[in-house]
């Protein structure tokens, strides 16, 4: 019987099939194993705690595990803003407050020993903000509604926007000590918004509430000027979390309109400016002007345009020269006013004629989901149908947009909405309601992918809408992967989609968030070290970094336990099962080869097999050890008589590295049927 060696591929990850339709040239399971060349399959990296600062913080860097409200410690969103001048803030939030990170500049700045070379003061009476016991992470945002989505993050020029569907957005820059409202979308009577995303320089938002500007029946003052007049104007105004409001939620909904299918945009360039128009009055005569309401979207200095305070009832421009502080309404302008109007409106003189304005995409009045650029277009999902929106400039029209799928394959999930860049090609990955989905300009429809392991997701559909928020999807541009969190398939609850390769695996990473970032070094000053940070389920406030950059450095395989690095995690590649050769016929395996890359460490290798693939079960399971080098192989010898094989190769350890660059069976035909063979 001769002994010839066949080559086990690596393959697919299948997960909706029988052992038997899955094959040994295909796997059963791939658990924190990636793909890392068309042949070859590696030990997925651990993660450390994010510091990325060594030399200023000692410790690993934490959020408070407390915050005003609850449940505060699940991160939900991180995100990173960058200013032209090289500087880069790293934001992690949670449902109720929002942090920044501090000490991404060069670690030598931040050095503090006690000497006059230290860059900051450290003791007395003028000590600034930083200082050598300095906490990295500070607060910049709170008492955000507990209730709110999962964090949205985009940045339109050097500005962060930051939206939870409830509260009004927010947005900040680098050199900020909090995050502010959108007082212009305020001023414009808008509640707050469904979503949010940047599109050639513009902050585009969907799903509107507005305030209304008219006195209901019976009413002198209509809602917006009350709320505009009340102690807290730019805050929370939600029926989903009236609690900072004084009114019940159904006193809410009286006062307030949602155009769900709505869209609007600010001005170009600038996320925060929408065109504010506030209503005021003049007297002829004077240098002063009354608004209806304390409002600060104008400050002095600003130049302003009232409409019909001119001559012979035209509009003035004029300067602001200060706004009474003890009222925020009053205004002193250094011209004079010429035409005597109670009811008219000031506007910004920079905002005539801009582009700000909004769209309903009101085909059947569903709602606007999510929206994303791709390529030099939008595509802006609702829930059952898919538009394309296109920037033309005109003032009049400065976007058109075009239907261009309507059915049920929709985004399901809203934060799972990807967009992907790779190869020169844009396309957008999301999850529908029974199916994962690839859009592009191309098709424009809805692709289905990844088909092969599907009931990952949608076998156990109750577990996913019974928490939809815990469903999210982001891009790791470090491993070229789609990192999805799959809340019902604990204790593997992450989802790794690879589209270089076009090949999936599991994780047992359990994380709340994810978003690679890029920050500077002291030798990458300029353009920064990418990495993807996640919030950490299993420690609550924590920031954890996955454990490869794209600087070269050394990968890391391990994990960290709260502060603690080196944490092991099991590693495992398993096949199907399948006849070698005819199904017919017996096989003897007389020896199994793995053959590695840079094993450091011990790999578990096993074998199974049986009279039929149901009936497979272990032949053997036995430990080997290389200590490093280019191809270190492995040698089991067998003696094993079956018709069908599969194998599997474990990692346990931490610290050890394996890439897996071939599997082969030492096998012979033996030509006759198994007894007991059915």
Excluded at 156 to 174: A, K, Q, R, Y
Excluded at 187 to 211: C, F, K, P, R
Excluded at 564 to 574: E, R, V
Aim: glycine share 8%; aromatic share 10%.
């Amino acid at each position: 019987m001769p002994i010839r060696p066949i080559e086990i591929k690596c393959g697919q990850l299948i997960t909706n099939a029988a052992p038997e339709d899955i094959g040994i040239k295909n796997y059963a399971t791939k658990l924190d194993f990636r793909r890392i060349a068309p042949d070859r399959d590696a030990r997925r990296e651990g993660f450390v705690p994010f510091q990325p600062n060594q030399a200023h913080a000692t410790t690993p860097a934490n959020l408070p595990t407390t915050g005003s409200g609850s449940p505060s410690p699940v991160l939900t969103k991180i995100a990173q803003v960058r200013a032209g001048n090289g500087k880069v803030a790293v934001i992690a939030a949670n449902s109720t407050t929002i942090y920044r990170y501090f000490s991404l500049e060069v670690g030598d700045y931040f050095v503090g020993d006690g000497t006059p070379q230290s860059y900051f003061v450290e003791t007395g009476a003028n000590t600034p903000y930083f200082q050598e016991s300095f906490n990295d992470w500070v607060q910049i945002g709170a008492n955000f509604s507990q209730y709110g989505t999962y964090w949205e993050a985009v940045q339109v020029n050097n500005t962060l926007i930051l939206n939870n569907g409830i509260d009004l957005p927010v947005s900040f820059n680098v050199e900020d000590q909090s995050v502010t409202p959108l007082y212009e979308l305020r001023d414009q009577g808008i509640a707050s918004v469904g979503t949010i995303w940047e599109y050639n320089g513009i902050l585009m938002l969907g799903n509107v509430v507005e305030i209304n500007n008219t006195p209901a029946l019976g009413q002198t003052t209509d809602p917006l000027t009350t709320l505009m007049n009340s102690a807290n104007p730019y805050g929370r105004y939600s029926t989903a979390d009236p609690s900072t409001s004084g009114l019940t939620a159904q006193q809410i909904q009286q006062n307030t309109n949602q155009f769900q299918y709505r869209v609007i945009w600010s001005m170009p360039g600038e996320p925060t400016r929408f065109a504010a128009s506030v209503p005021c009055s003049v007297t002829a005569g004077t240098r002063t002007l009354i608004l209806n309401w304390p409002s600060l979207s104008f400050s002095n200095g600003q130049q302003i345009l009232i409409l019909g305070a001119g001559a012979d009832g035209g509009n003035l421009s004029a300067t602001i020269l200060w706004i009474n502080p003890s009222n925020g309404a009053e205004m002193y302008l250094d011209t004079t006013i010429l035409t005597t109007v109670s009811d008219t409106t000031v506007q910004s003189l920079d905002s005539v004629g801009s582009i700000v304005g909004y769209e309903d995409l009101d085909d059947d009045g569903s709602a606007v989901i999510r929206g994303a650029a791709i390529m030099t277009s939008v595509a802006i999902y609702k829930d059952t149908s898919i538009f394309i929106c296109n920037y033309t400039g005109a003032t009049g029209a400065p976007f058109t947009f075009q239907r261009v799928y309507q059915g049920v394959d929709s985004i399901y999930y809203r934060n799972t909405l990807v967009s992907v860049v790779h190869n020169w090609q844009s396309w957008h990955f999301f999850i529908g309601r029974n199916c994962l989905f690839k859009f592009d300009l191309i098709n424009l429809t809805p692709t289905p992918v990844y088909k092969e392991i599907e009931n990952l997701f949608f076998g156990n559909e109750e577990n996913l809408l019974s928490s939809p928020s815990l469903v999210w999807a982001a891009d790791n541009p470090v491993t070229n992967e789609i990192f999805i969190s799959n809340p019902g398939a604990s204790p593997n609850t992450m989802v790794c989609l690879d589209y270089k390769y076009n090949t999936a695996s599991t994780s047992s990473v359990q994380a709340s968030c994810g978003s690679v970032v890029q920050y500077p070094t002291a030798s990458i000053p300029l353009q920064g070290v990418a990495a993807f940070l996640m919030g950490d389920l299993n420690n609550l406030g924590a920031v954890i970094q996955y454990g490869r950059k794209d600087d070269g450095s050394a990968p890391v395989f391990s994990r960290c336990t709260g502060t603690t690095q080196g944490t092991p995690y099991s590693s495992i590649l398993a096949s199907g099962v399948s006849a070698i050769d005819s199904s017919m016929n017996d096989t003897y395996v007389n020896g199994y080869e793995l053959r590695t890359n840079n094993l450091t460490g011990r790999v578990t290798l096993a074998l199974v097999g049986g009279s039929n693939p149901a009936s497979a079960t272990a032949l053997w399971s036995v430990d080997r050890t290389a200590a490093g080098g280019a191809t270190p192989a492995l040698f089991v010898p067998c003696g094993n008589l079956a018709q069908t094989f599969g194998d599997s190769v474990t990692v346990y350890d931490a610290n050890v590295q394996c890439e897996v660059t071939k599997r082969t069976l030492l096998a012979g035909d033996v030509g006759t049927m198994g007894a007991g063979r059915n």
